[in-house]
């Protein structure tokens, strides 16, 4: 079923008697990514997606974000559908808005799934390619960024095995309005870094990350892993950055072993 709420396109599928899961997706993706987790994990549980304000079928408005307003807009959502305690479960942009969640309003989740994801802000080279990537679609060459930004999320492996589906994701991330991408291009250059707060995430903690993952690798992975007390860290072989999409069912199984060892 999908819903309007304060702009935003959200999907619900099982039955909201259930433990809720909260999937937030990765830049410049929608929704979708989660559809094979969604499927699966529905059947016992109520799975809330939603396009982040810019992407997918959410509105853009004027295209100026901050990590804060995408924040507000999840707060929002849960408030809006009476969820009590979900678990939140985020990709890459999605993982930054979760870890800013888990700064402002931990108490309000009862678990923490981050997948390919980072608590560092970006640094000056960070900022100055969010810069240039801008600059690029201002001269009219977007879908050539899509392109070679989607590119370097995926590993190799699924690429030439899964070609169609890959090229599925692609052309669909090729939809979205540049405005929106350039504001979430602008919102992710000015997040915070949540670092220090890693230490304070108390909630039991799941970190997924693709061995070849190359924006988000293990090296970077583990440490954050190291400073959230509770927390669990699974390495899925030969996945890049997308390990929902590239290896869907190691990805479900572990959320689903994780939720029962948890209680959750
Ligand atoms: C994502 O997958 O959300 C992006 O790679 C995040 C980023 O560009 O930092």
Redesign the pocket.
């Known amino acids: 079923m999908k819903k309007i709420i304060n702009g935003l396109s959200v999907f619900l599928s099982g039955s909201d008697e259930t433990k809720s899961i909260v999937f937030v997706h ?2 410049p993706f929608d929704h979708l990514m989660w559809q094979a987790q969604v499927e699966e994990l529905s059947k016992e549980n109520f799975c809330v997606t939603y396009d982040i304000r810019g992407l997918g079928e959410s509105s853009v408005g004027d295209g100026q974000f901050t990590m804060e307003m995408f924040v507000d807009d999840l707060e929002k959502l849960i408030d809006e559908l009476k969820i009590t305690q979900p678990v939140l479960c985020g ?4 993982g930054y808005i979760s870890l800013r969640v888990m700064e402002r309003i931990q108490n309000k989740f009862s678990g923490l799934i981050l997948c ?1 994801t980072k608590s560092e802000a970006d640094d000056n080279q960070g900022k100055l390619k969010r810069a240039a990537a801008v600059k690029q679609i201002n001269t009219g060459d977007f879908e050539n960024f899509i392109e070679a930004f989607v590119l370097n ?1 995926f590993g190799e492996k699924f690429i030439n095995k899964n070609n169609a589906e890959y090229r599925m994701v692609v052309e669909r991330s090729k939809k979205n309005k540049p405005v929106g991408i350039k504001g979430c291009l602008l919102a ?1 250059a000015g997040r915070t870094d949540t670092t220090t707060s890693l230490q304070k995430i108390k909630l039991p903690t799941l970190i997924i990350c693709g061995s070849e993952d190359k ?1 988000t690798p293990p090296n970077v992975m583990k440490p954050m892993a190291e400073q959230i007390s509770n927390s669990e860290f699974i390495l899925v072989s030969n996945a890049g ?1 997308m390990t929902p999409i590239e290896y869907p069912q190691r990805v479900t199984s572990a959320i689903k072993e994780f939720l029962v060892k948890n209680n959750l």
Request: include cysteine.
């Open positions: 990765g830049f990709l890459s942009m999605g390919d999320c992710m924006l950055h």
